[in-house]
C-alpha cells in the first residue's frame, strides 16, 4: 500500500529558508501529479505548488518567486524549496500525489515567527 513520509518543517525566523521532503514508497510516484498544500489554524487547506509527472509546475500566486517544487523519480521524493518565508506561510504543509486516486502525506508544521 502506498505511503508519502514528510520531513523538513520547523521554526524559522522571518525572511528564512526551509526544505521540505515527501518520499513515497509502494505507488508508481513517477507516474504521478505531485502536490504541496498547507493549512493553517483556522482556515481551510489551500493548494500551494502542484507538479506533474512531466516536470511542469504551478505555484499559488502569494509563494510564486519564494517557493519551488521539484521531485526525484529515481528517489521516490517530492521537494519544497521555500525561501523569504514569511508569518503568513505559517502551516502545516501536506504532499499529495495523485495516481487513480490521491495519497496524502501526514503533515509536518511550518512556524515562522521570529
Known amino acids: 500500500q502506498g505511503q508519502l513520509v514528510e520531513s523538513g518543517g520547523g521554526l524559522v525566523q522571518p525572511g528564512g529558508s526551509l526544505r521540505l521532503s515527501c518520499a513515497a514508497s509502494g505507488i508508481a510516484f513517477r507516474l504521478g501529479a505531485g502536490g504541496w498544500y498547507r493549512q493553517a489554524p483556522g482556515k481551510q487547506r489551500e493548494w500551494v505548488a502542484i507538479i506533474t509527472s512531466g516536470g511542469s509546475t504551478t505555484y499559488k500566486e502569494s509563494v510564486k518567486e519564494r517557493f519551488t517544487i521539484s521531485r526525484d523519480n529515481v528517489k521516490n521524493t517530492l521537494y519544497l524549496q521555500m525561501n523569504n518565508l514569511e508569518p503568513e506561510d505559517t502551516a502545516v504543509y501536506y504532499c499529495?500525489?495523485?495516481?487513480?486516486?490521491?495519497?496524502w502525506g501526514q503533515g509536518t508544521q511550518v512556524t515562522v515567527s521570529s
Open positions: 499529495k500525489v495523485s495516481l487513480y486516486r490521491d495519497y
